[in-house]
């Protein structure tokens, strides 16, 4: 039987890897639709991608605001996970060179005092 972990769910949070999903699905939506749209209206060709990427990209910045702010929050809060991990072991590390650094100095100290 696997072991399943239980995870804090608040109401009306979204998870950060759910908010980028949501968000690039919607990009993604967005650029096909306008991508059509300028299809039928004639666009071929090269013409078609640029006007595409331009438009659902200046478009996603007014339709998909929201989305688009909780994706970032849930970056950023990611990536501050990492960093605080990564401030650990480094403070871990420095420690544990500070402690041995210690014991070297009194076994050196201890040879001296012999001499």
Same mark, same amino acid.
């Given at each position: 039987? %696997?072991? @399943?972990? @239980? !995870?804090?769910? *608040? %109401?009306? !949070? +979204? !998870? ?5 999903? +949501? *968000? ?9 639709? +306008?991508?059509?749209?300028? *299809?039928?209206?004639?666009?071929? #060709? ?15 910045? +007014?339709?998909? &605001?929201? %989305?688009?702010? @909780?994706?970032?929050? #849930?970056?950023?809060?990611?990536? #501050? ?12 590390? &420095? ?5 041995? &650094? &210690?014991?070297? #100095?009194?076994?050196?100290? !201890? ?5």
């Amino acid at each position: 039987m %696997p072991i @399943q972990f @239980q !995870t804090r769910r *608040y %109401p009306g !949070t +979204v !998870t950060s890897g759910r908010a980028l999903l +949501v *968000y690039s699905g919607l990009r993604l939506v967005l650029l096909l639709a +306008v991508g059509g749209l300028l *299809y039928l209206t004639g666009a071929r #060709g090269l013409l078609l991608i640029i006007l595409a990427f331009l438009l659902s990209g200046a478009l996603s910045l +007014v339709w998909l &605001d929201k %989305p688009r702010g @909780q994706a970032s929050a #849930g970056f950023g809060r990611l990536m #501050g996970r990492m960093n605080d991990k990564i401030d650990a072991a480094a403070t871990k590390e &420095d420690d544990a060179d500070t402690s041995a &650094d &210690d014991e070297t #100095g009194s076994e050196a100290e !201890t040879s001296e005092q012999k001499s």
